[in-house]
Structure formats: C-alpha cells, structure tokens
C-alpha cells in the first residue's frame, strides 16, 4: 500500500469514489511504471486502445461502460475517441486514448474494469431480449452481485433493451424507477393457507399505481394458487408469478400452460402470466409464446466480463505494439452488409463504411452525452443489421 493512501474507513469492502477518481484504485505496477519514469525523466506521447480482439471474429458483443469510462477520464489533458454505448463489435479497438502516457496510466485498471463488466452484462441482457423480442423482459439479479455494483448491471440491461430493473438503489443512481411487487417472504409471512390475506393486503397497502402482480407458487400447486388470487383480487388483478423452484418445476411449460388453461376457463382471459427464476434465452425462446413477460436474473448479472485489454500502438508519432498486438492507430467500421471492419486510422475506409470510433474527449472536455433509450435503441438496431 503506498505511504499516501488513506487509512480503511467504513464497514464494507468497497473501493471509494475518490479512489477511483484519483487513480488509486490501480495495479500497483503502474505506481512502479509511474515511479520509475519519472525517475527516468521520461514521459512518452502515445496513442493506446481498448480491444477484445485484434480482428472480427463474427462473435459479436455488445460495448457498456462508456459512461462511466468518460467521467473517469473526463479533466485529464488526453483526447479520447470510443464508440457509442450500445454498439456491437467483434473486434478491433472500441476505444482510442491520445495523450502523455502518465496523464492517464494509472487510471486503466479502473477503465478496463468499467468497459469490461457492464459490456459482459449488457452482452448477456441483449441474448435474453433477443430471446423473446415480443415479452416483457425485466432484469431482476441484482441480488446475484456486489451491492456496489447494482447500478451497472441495471444500466447495462437497459442499453440491452430490457424493460425494466428491480434494484431501488440502482435506479436512483441512474435515474430508472425500479418494478417489482411480492417476494414470497410476504406469503410465508402471512402463513399457509391464508395467501388470500397476503394478496389483499399488498392491494389494500401499495399505491396503485403498481401492477397487481400476485405470486401463486408459495405453498400450494400453481394452478391453485393462481385462481384463488384471481378470485380474491377481480379486475384489479393484473398478472401472477411464477418463481418455482427448479426442484419443483417438472416441465415448466406444461405448468404454464395447464394454468392458463384453468384462468382463461374461468373467465380471467385478460390475467397475464409472468415467469421468474433460474432462467436463460432457451427458456425464453421456449416460454415466450405462453407467458406476457419474464424477470431475468443470474444470466445477466452473472456474466463474463469481456476480456478488454489497453495497449499502446504509437509512441511519439511512431507506430509501436508488443508482440501479438497491431501497431498504428485504428479506426473501426460497420458497412451496410452488417459487416465489421478494422483499418488504420490516417487511410481511407470501406467506401459503405461508417465510422465506429466518435469522439468523446477532447483536452478532457466531455463532447458527448448519454441516453440510455437512445444506446437501447442503438443496440436494437445493431442486432438487426449483424444478425445477433
């Protein structure tokens, strides 16, 4: 720990804001490399990049984070070109950093964190919308990952194009209300048999504004279930959960269907039905034609994060890389056949080829706003055209 650093201060293991800001949330071999240049009085002008591959490999991603990497990078002397949150790549750099080498090397820890984690999510969230282009889709995992993190992941399922998020905190951050009605800690807490008092209690107690959803799996079978809430909640009722175990479930789709069957027999035709738990682009594909809408959890807020990397590829004006790296800097583009391109940034592109990399630093200063239906929109655009 350098001499400097703050003392631990709090209950919780997390990284504070100022540490981000300040650069101290970094490798410490870039405290050595900072240390050991400026003892060697050198100080190069570079042009580094953020890549997950060096070429297209037709595995497409989908690019989260900016936001979050601008504001980190934002004031310092560097210029900065990236593509938009909500564009898919599959390879070449998503984002290029010119500038004096120290102005900004101790901040790639944290920009690569940023980069990677929310496009891992935002990745995972576009299979699941993809899956089920006509549902409802809400990501409800954030209960899957570090508190601290809440944000990014619900963040990272809007730019996907999902509708909705469950983590109140997180919404705030980002300014998205979030959804969600009853755990089945609130049945349990009323006690087997009287889920009746449950469900007229919510409705008596939350503002109506919030759909009825009533979940129908607590203790008894689903079908049950469903039909009591619909009998105790009437018109008022809007949809019913399901969030079976996988333990319990047998053939899921076979559940589904026997209690729409048993609503619509009775007259509940209009009673929505909305799945939860466990679930992935498979089950979507194999549920959406029965259900109105899914809650998607671990698959989201679980994923992988892509596997970025910053490099420098010039060096004073001179273009430079280490091994298994391509030299120069590069500019990236998607062509009217869906098609991804790489090529070197000062010669001519594709001829159909619209420019990738935008700018989003100059001298520091933020050009660039974000919206997060527009990069869902973006991202719903860019499935279309490479086939996602």
């Known amino acids: 720990m350098p001499r400097d650093a703050p003392p631990a201060d709090g209950p919780f293991d997390i990284v504070p804001v100022d540490a981000i800001r300040d650069g101290r949330a ?4 870039f405290e050595r490399t900072r240390t050991t240049l400026e003892h060697a009085g050198k100080n190069p002008r570079v042009v580094a990049e953020v890549t997950a591959d060096q070429f297209p490999t037709g595995e497409f991603e989908l690019l989260g984070g900016v936001k979050d990497a601008a504001h980190l990078l934002e004031g310092l002397p560097i210029d900065v070109d990236a593509m938009r949150e909500g564009r898919l790549f599959d390879g070449g750099p998503v984002m290029r950093i010119e500038g004096d080498y120290l102005d900004f090397a101790r901040y790639e820890t944290s920009l690569l964190g940023f980069l990677s984690h929310a496009s891992g999510c935002a990745t995972a969230a576009l299979d699941v919308r993809r899956a089920a282009p006509e549902s409802q889709v809400l990501s409800f995992g954030a209960r899957h990952v570090h508190p601290s993190i809440a944000a990014m992941v619900e963040r990272s399922a809007l730019v996907a194009g999902l509708d909705g998020i469950s983590h109140v905190a997180g919404g705030e951050v980002i300014g998205h ?3 969600g009605t009853m755990p089945h800690a609130l049945l349990i ?3 087997s048999g009287h889920q009746e008092d449950a469900w007229r209690a919510f409705d008596e107690a939350v503002d109506a504004s919030v759909p009825r959803v009533a979940l129908v799996d607590t203790y008894s079978d689903e079908k049950d279930e469903a039909l009591r809430a619909a009998e105790t909640l009437g018109e008022r009722l809007d949809s019913i959960r399901l969030d079976t175990t996988g333990s319990r479930r047998g053939d ?7 209690v729409r069957w048993e609503l619509d027999l009775r007259g509940y035709d209009d009673v929505g039905i909305f799945v939860s738990g466990g679930l992935g682009p498979d089950d979507l594909r194999e549920l959406r034609d029965v259900v109105a809408g899914f809650g998607v959890g671990g698959y989201v807020s679980n994923a992988d994060p892509v596997d970025f990397a910053l490099d420098i590829v010039e060096r004073d004006g001179e273009p430079c890389a280490k091994r298994g790296k391509l030299s120069g800097a590069k500019q990236v583009y998607r062509t009217s056949d869906g098609a991804h391109h790489v090529g070197l940034a000062d010669r001519p592109g594709p001829t159909d080829g619209e ?4 700018p989003l630093l100059r001298d520091g200063e933020l050009v660039r706003e974000f919206d997060v239906e527009k990069a869902a ?8 055209d490479v086939d996602f």
């Open 252 to 258: 899921f789709r076979h559940i589904v269907q026997e």
């Open 177 to 179: 209300e979030a959804s």
């Open 26 to 29: 970094t490798d410490a071999y």
């Open 377 to 384: 929109r973006r991202s719903a655009a860019d499935a279309d």
């Open 189 to 191: 807490a009323f006690g």
């Open 355 to 358: 420019e990738l990399l935008e």
